[in-house]
């Protein structure tokens, strides 16, 4: 099952030690998820994508979560980050925990090309866990 969200129409990152503990366990067991803490927009460039995969390991389910997009910002590299996207049906989902596993943020820079493309930082964040992608509210 590999699901994936429409139409993503937001990102925004927080640092992993402003969420509260044990969210994942919230979702598993029907809690709501709430976002209290501030979060910075993402102006991405072109389409973000963001894929689900679930697989048993060990007798455990794990979901891994994959988003990708390209933004000409920065994003901070000193401290594990967890992101929010938001889908155009209004839906809000947190990828990230205040435990670990933190998500991976692998940043790719690449300049333009003479032909007039703009340089851009290619972003795979990258998330493992029982719920990689947990419904919110923010």
């Known amino acids: ?8 129409t ?5 640092p992993c030690s402003e969420l509260s503990a044990d ?17 910075t927009p993402v102006t991405f460039c072109g389409t973000p994508l963001c894929d689900t995969v ?5 007798k455990v389910r794990i979901s891994h979560t994959t988003l990708t997009f390209s933004t000409i910002e920065e994003l901070p590299t000193a ?26 943020v692998k940043i790719e820079s690449t300049t ?13 964040v990258t998330f493992s866990s029982a719920k990689s992608l947990i419904p919110c509210i923010v």
Do not use: D, H, W
């Open 112 to 124: 333009g090309t003479p032909a007039g493309e703009s340089a851009v930082n290619k972003v795979t």
């Open 23 to 39: 969210i994942a366990f919230r979702c598993k067991v029907g809690l709501p998820v709430a976002v209290y803490a501030v979060t």
């Open 79 to 104: 401290y594990p980050i967890a992101f929010v996207v938001t889908t155009a049906n209004g839906r809000s989902y947190l990828i990230g925990t205040m435990e670990r596993p933190f998500p991976v």
């Open 10 to 14: 937001k990102i925004a990152y927080l």
């Open 54 to 58: 679930s697989e048993q390991e060990n």
């Open 1 to 8: 099952m590999i699901p994936s969200l429409p139409s993503i």
